[in-house]
């Protein structure tokens, strides 16, 4: 158990809707970050906040948006689905951004029909 | 630009002995980690081991252990004694620490099947 919950576990929608994915990092962690493994694209990092504001962005789309709350929780919202967001989604958390690995929650499986 | 090459998609090894999975990166940072993840077929991402670049000593975790050579910049991940429940897809990773983003860049992935 990484310390790093991520709900829900299994996610089914349809085109054009819109989801929330939650993440509650470890205990003290203040960085969190949001990726995305699909087949065909692999682990796709999208977005980093630490302690509340966004330190990073890679691949996300504009359909997509996070943020990180003052308890430090996360939420990543996707909108407007299409059937290529259907991906495992995850949130991994570190105590700082410059230093140990990454703890990884179980993932969020979205699939998009 | 950063970037993590791992050139074996599948590798198969007998149950018992060590197997190699090979890791090369591409940074122009002085300072970054190299991490190995796990992940079984139940999808969870599973740390294994990390090797700072100041490291002078290979990092071991048990039965891993990463065989760092800074100057080809490889960062194999030798898994002594295979068993069964190695079985799983392996991820190499770095993450640079010179600047203020602190996100891990992956590999594509090397899928290990132990025999028995």
């Known amino acids: 158990d990484s310390g790093v919950t991520q709900t829900p576990k299994h996610l089914i929608t349809a085109t054009g809707q819109r989801v929330t994915l939650r993440c509650s990092p470890r205990?003290?962690?203040?960085?969190v970050y949001w990726y995305q493994q699909s087949l065909d694209q692999g682990l796709q990092f999208l977005i980093q906040y630490y302690n509340g504001e966004e330190r990073a962005k890679g691949n996300i789309l504009e359909r997509f948006s996070a943020q990180q709350f003052p308890d430090l929780h996360s939420e990543l919202n996707l909108s407007s689905l299409e059937l290529g967001d259907s991906a495992l989604y995850f949130c991994?958390?570190?105590?700082?951004?410059?230093?140990?690995?990454?703890?990884f929650g179980e993932g969020s499986r979205l699939t998009v029909l | 630009a950063q970037k993590i090459t791992q050139t074996q998609p599948g590798m198969f090894v007998q149950e018992k002995e060590a197997v190699t999975l090979d890791c090369t990166y591409d940074?122009?940072?002085?300072?970054?980690?190299l991490f190995w993840y796990k992940q079984p077929s139940s999808g969870e991402m599973i740390f294994l081991i990390y090797?700072?670049?100041?490291?002078?000593q290979n990092a071991t975790e048990g039965r891993y252990s990463l065989n760092f050579q800074k100057a080809r910049k490889s960062a194999n991940l030798v898994i002594s004694a295979s068993q069964l429940g190695d079985s799983a897809m392996y991820f190499c990773?770095?993450?640079?620490?010179?600047?203020?983003?602190?996100?891990?860049?992956f590999g594509k992935g090397t899928k290990l099947s132990v025999k028995p």
């Open positions: 205990s003290g962690d203040l960085s």
């Open positions: 940074t122009s940072d002085q300072s970054y980690g």
């Open positions: 990773a770095m993450r640079d620490y010179g600047g203020s983003q602190g996100n891990l860049i």
């Open positions: 991994a958390s570190s105590v700082a951004t410059g230093a140990g690995e990454l703890f």
């Open positions: 090797q700072g670049s100041y490291d002078e």
